[in-house]
C-alpha cells in the first residue's frame, strides 16, 4: 500500500508565497509522473503541474511563471513552490502520483489527503 501525505498549505496574503510537499511512503518499486492539482469550491479539480521521472515539467497556463514543481527521488517526494500568490489560487491542493509496486506490476495511482491554501486579498 501507498500513502501519500502533504504539508504546506495555509494563510497567505496575496503575493505571499508557500511551499507545499508530498511524500510518498509504503511498499512500492518505482514512481513515475507526480502531479499536483487543485480544486476551489464549486469547480472541478485542475491539473496545475506535473513534473516525470526524468525531470519534465509542464504547467498550467494559470500557474506559468509563479509556480515550481520539483521532486526528490530520493525522499519520494514532490514539492511545488508557489510564488506571487493571487486570490483565485484559493483551492485545495492535491498530489496524485503514479507508482509501480512491483518491477512487472502496472501503473497505479494515488493522491493525497489534500491541503488548503487560502490567498486573501
Known amino acids: 500500500q501507498v500513502q501519500l501525505v502533504e504539508s504546506g498549505g495555509g494563510l497567505v496574503q496575496a503575493g505571499g508565497s508557500l511551499r507545499l510537499s508530498c511524500a510518498a511512503s509504503g511498499s512500492f518499486f518505482s514512481i513515475n509522473v507526480m502531479d499536483w492539482y487543485r480544486q476551489a469550491p464549486g469547480k472541478q479539480r485542475e491539473l496545475v503541474a506535473r513534473?516525470?521521472?526524468?525531470?519534465?515539467?509542464n504547467y498550467a497556463d494559470s500557474v506559468k511563471g509563479r509556480f515550481t514543481i520539483s521532486r526528490d527521488n530520493a525522499k519520494n517526494t514532490v514539492y511545488l513552490q508557489m510564488n506571487s500568490l493571487k486570490v483565485e489560487d484559493t483551492a485545495v491542493y492535491y498530489c496524485n502520483v503514479a507508482v509501480k509496486t512491483t518491477s512487472l506490476g502496472p501503473w497505479s495511482s494515488y493522491w493525497g489527503q489534500g491541503t488548503q491554501v487560502t490567498v486573501s486579498s
Open positions: 513534473i516525470t521521472s526524468g525531470g519534465f515539467t
